[in-house]
Nanobody
Framework: QVQLVESGGGWVQTGGSLRLSCAASGTMLMLHTMGWYRQAPGKQRELVATITSGGSANYADSVKGRFTISRDNAKKMVYLQMNSLKPEDTAVYYC???????????WGQGAQVTVSS
């Protein structure tokens, strides 16, 4: 199982930017589809973006054009660049790894992102 540690969360005003990082250990990152999810208070966890080992990315409609997911397999890092942030982006953001072979999920501990209006 892969271990994931997020960093880079914080507080920002509407329209600002933040970059989340996810450090992976314990396995070869290229064997996983990586993703970012978020959970706002009182709401279910939702998908933000995913990226395959080959670099193909998908985004939730709510973040398309504002967020960019990327990965560096050699460094075992995944990133989420968040621009034009809105108050509704406020949530705990979780890094996720989906193992392609075993089809199991691993989660990080989460990083708080707060966007003030």
């Amino acid at each position: 199982q892969v271990q994931l540690v997020e960093s880079g969360g914080g507080w920002v005003q509407t329209g600002g930017s933040l970059r989340l990082s996810c450090a992976a250990s314990g396995t070869m990152l290229m064997l996983h589809t990586m993703g970012w999810y978020r959970q706002a208070p009182g709401k279910q966890r939702e998908l933000v973006a995913t990226i395959t080992s080959g670099g193909s990315a998908n985004y939730a409609d709510s973040v398309k054009g504002r967020f960019t997911i990327s990965r560096d397999n050699a460094k075992k890092m995944v990133y989420l660049q968040m621009n034009s942030l809105k108050p509704e982006d406020t949530a705990v953001y979780y890094c996720n790894a989906f193992a392609i072979v075993s089809k199991t999920y691993s989660w990080g501990q989460g990083a708080q992102v707060t966007v003030s209006s």
